[in-house]
């Protein structure tokens, strides 16, 4: 069974930095994009960022230019270098891969992490 397992989160000041990780665990044969999503109490989930399997990312317009997403392929992990976080940033951010293949049953599904919360506050 696939697994996705954040870790990272935690309290950080306003215009302070925190950096996600994310790996995923179980039979992979391959996995297409690889993204970071996050909620917010009483919103809805929205994308942060996302990685292609050749690397081409997409960034939300709101963290544009403060937060990389990266990814290493041969180990089927994700991270997120987030800087000069605000406190509307605080939620629970959410790994999750797209188009993933198990080896063995050759499945194709997406797959999320349980969520690793941020707090922004002082």
């Known amino acids: 069974q696939v697994q996705l397992l954040e870790s990272g989160g935690g309290l950080v000041q306003p215009g302070g930095s925190l950096g996600l990780s994310c790996a995923a665990s179980?039979?992979?044969?391959?996995?297409?994009?690889m993204g970071w999503y996050r909620q917010a109490p009483g919103k809805q989930r929205d994308l942060v960022a996302s990685?292609?399997?050749?690397?081409?990312?997409n960034y939300a317009d709101s963290v544009k230019g403060r937060f990389t997403i990266s990814r290493d392929n041969a180990k089927n992990t994700v991270s997120l270098q987030m800087n000069s976080l605000k406190p509307e940033e605080t939620a629970v951010y959410f790994c999750?891969?797209?188009?993933?293949?198990?080896?063995?049953?050759?499945?194709?599904?997406?797959?999320w992490g349980q969520g690793t919360l941020v707090t922004v506050s002082s």
């Open positions: 999750n891969a797209d188009r993933l293949i198990e080896r063995g049953t050759w499945r194709t599904q997406e797959v």
């Open positions: 179980g039979s992979i044969f391959s996995i297409g994009t």
């Open positions: 990685i292609t399997s050749s690397g081409r990312t």
